[in-house]
Nanobody
Framework: QVQLVESGGGLVQAGESLRLSCAAS????????MGWFRQAPGKEREFVAS????????NYADSVKGRFTLYRDNAKNTLYLQMNSLRSEDTAVYYC??????????????????WGQGTQVTVSS
């Protein structure tokens, strides 16, 4: 089992930055593919970004590419999502997700076995 706890959400103005964190426990963090998803009110949960085991490979949704940076610190068992130039459309609950490596794209939420409880990000315009 893997436990994931997100933190760092909050209320910011458009154009500002936030950094989300996801602390993992229960299984070797370095052996997990990690991702972030988000869900806005009335919408489906959507892919934001994913990162491979050693952090050498990342993948981003087009909507956040160039503004968000995903990275991991395997020594601290923590995943980070640096979000810059935030927009009102980034408002959502952000979820951390994890899964052991396999031949998957890690873009679909159905490809992840473990989920955190989420952290709210609100961007006012």
């Amino acid at each position: 089992q893997v436990q994931l706890v997100e933190s760092g959400g909050g209320l910011v103005q458009a154009g500002e930055s936030l950094r989300l964190s996801c602390a993992a426990s229960g299984r070797a963090f370095s052996a997990l593919i990690m991702g972030w998803f988000r869900q806005a009110p009335g919408k489906e949960r959507e892919f934001v970004a994913s990162i491979r085991l050693q952090g050498s490979s990342t993948n981003y949704a087009d909507s956040v590419k160039g503004r968000f940076t995903l990275y991991r610190d395997n020594a601290k068992n923590t995943l980070y999502l640096q979000m810059n130039s935030l927009r009102s459309e980034d408002t959502a609950v952000y979820y951390c997700a994890a899964d052991p490596p396999d031949s998957k794209t890690y873009i679909s939420l159905y490809e992840y076995s473990y989920w955190g409880q989420g952290t709210q990000v609100t961007v006012s315009s």
